[in-house]
């Protein structure tokens, strides 16, 4: 399974980006990480197979907006009012299947598989 993020770069503090992770068609709750320098790999947003649940860390709540088009294969990640805290390099995964529709995992290990990562810069 190959997982393909994009979309990240060099921004200043306020602007926004919009992630994309290719899945080609996966049937997984897809998730999007992020890891700072010498920092750990930290939960940031998390979508349910149909779309319809949504889990947020508590420091982009209200920021950050994960979504999904299953017809594209293509899980989003829109960042908005980007701070210098949410420089990182962003992962997006894929859970273990699960029969549950609703089910969108907030830990690491309830993934299965990860892309290769996407860079953000923010600059104050």
């Known amino acids: 399974v190959q997982l393909q993020a994009s979309g990240g770069g060099l921004v200043q503090a306020g602007d926004s980006l919009k992630l994309s992770c290719t899945s080609f068609g996966l049937d997984r709750a897809m998730g999007w990480f992020r890891q700072a320098p010498g920092k750990e790999r930290d939960f940031v947003a998390a979508?349910?197979?149909?779309?319809?649940?949504?889990s947020y860390a508590d420091s982009v709540k209200g920021r950050f907006t994960i979504s999904r088009d299953n017809v594209k294969g293509t899980v989003y990640l829109q960042v908005n009012t980007l701070k210098p805290e949410d420089t990182a390099v962003y992962y997006c995964?894929?859970?273990?299947?699960?029969?549950?529709?609703?089910?969108?995992?907030?830990?690491?290990?309830?993934?299965?598989?990860w892309g290769q990562g996407t860079q953000v810069t923010v600059s104050s």
């Open positions: 979508v349910s197979r149909s779309g319809d649940r949504t």
């Open positions: 995964a894929a859970a273990y299947a699960n029969p549950n529709r609703l089910y969108a995992p907030v830990q690491k290990t309830s993934y299965a598989y």
